[in-house]
């Protein structure tokens, strides 16, 4: 019998324009042999970021019933990998997920701010409901702005220490989750580079990247993917971190020099092929 790929509940909003959320989600993680099974938190004609007021159908009373489903026909998950959330009820329906799949690998892209502030849409109430997840979770993707939030601190702008970067990481573990990633990280040493910290064997890795002067939506979403089927197929928390980075690089790049709209998002139609060569992740370092 042939063995089947592992599930993932994907428990996302859906943009039909803009490349984010399980738009990229989607083709990223079937690419990397894993199979996707949706959980649409809501269905946006556009993502948020600069087209206007979106069409918008919350799906929070989806949630419970789908997984319901699942239950009754016994449908299991190796992995339950939560994202943007519209509200303090849809964290409460992961927790569900969490329950009902106690053996698969919790992974929690805490999505809430950006640029030093929180999203202009989240309340208190929904930030505690993502401090809960991550709780829970066992591997964590926020950048730095959600990592202050998580921590409840105010946060630091400009460029970080490496010894500030091993302090935000090593808290953002203590609150739970075992393998902590952050992204987007200036360090002092004039690095733009991703963090990553395991707690088990309380070793701290970066993969170092090229700056460009250019914002995409849907990046988040793509990294956190790729690192989730690269933990899956076995690869170590620094080689799937830095195996998300050199993706997500070579895509930014790649749309870059066709100069797109940058709302559209990054052309990852162009760079896919990239993720089934299963090269070697070598690229990181310890911080």
């Known amino acids: 019998m042939t063995q089947r790929p592992l599930r993932v509940a994907a428990i996302h909003d859906l943009s039909g324009f ?90 929690v892209d805490p999505v809430m701010g950006d640029h030093g502030k929180l999203y202009r849409s989240f309340t208190g109430e929904m930030v505690e409901g993502l401090r809960g997840l991550v709780q829970r979770a066992e591997v964590i993707t ?8 998580l921590l409840d601190e105010a946060h630091t702008s ?63 979403d793509i990294f956190a993917s790729v690192l989730t089927a690269s933990l899956l197929g076995g690869d170590s928390l620094p080689m799937a971190m830095d195996r998300a980075t050199r993706y997500v690089e070579l895509t930014i790049k790649t749309t870059y020099s066709y100069s797109p709209d940058p709302r559209e998002g990054v052309m990852l139609e162009r760079t896919l092929e990239w993720l089934t060569r299963k090269e070697a992740a070598k690229g990181f370092l310890t911080l």
């Open 142 to 149: 926020p950048n730095v702005t959600e990592a202050f939030l």
């Open 158 to 220: 400009g460029p970080i220490s490496t010894s500030a970067a091993r302090s935000l990481l090593a808290r953002l573990g203590a609150m739970g989750p075992g393998r902590v990633v952050i992204t987007g990280v200036t360090l002092a040493t004039g690095e733009y580079c991703n963090l990553c910290y395991d707690r088990e064997h309380n070793s701290y890795w970066k993969s170092v990247s090229d700056y460009l002067p250019v914002a995409y939506p849907g990046t988040g």
């Open 18 to 107: 803009g490349r984010s959320s399980l738009s990229v989600i989607l083709p990223v993680l079937s690419v990397m042999g894993v199979q996707v099974c949706p959980v649409p938190t809501a269905v946006l004609s556009t993502h948020t970021g600069g087209f206007g007021d979106p069409v918008l159908r919350d799906l929070t009373d989806y949630m419970g019933p789908a997984l319901e489903h699942y239950r009754h026909l016994g449908i299991q998950m190796e992995c339950v990998y939560t994202g943007y959330l519209g509200s303090a009820e849809q964290t409460r329906h992961c927790r569900d997920f969490f329950d009902a799949y106690p053996d698969a690998l919790i992974v």
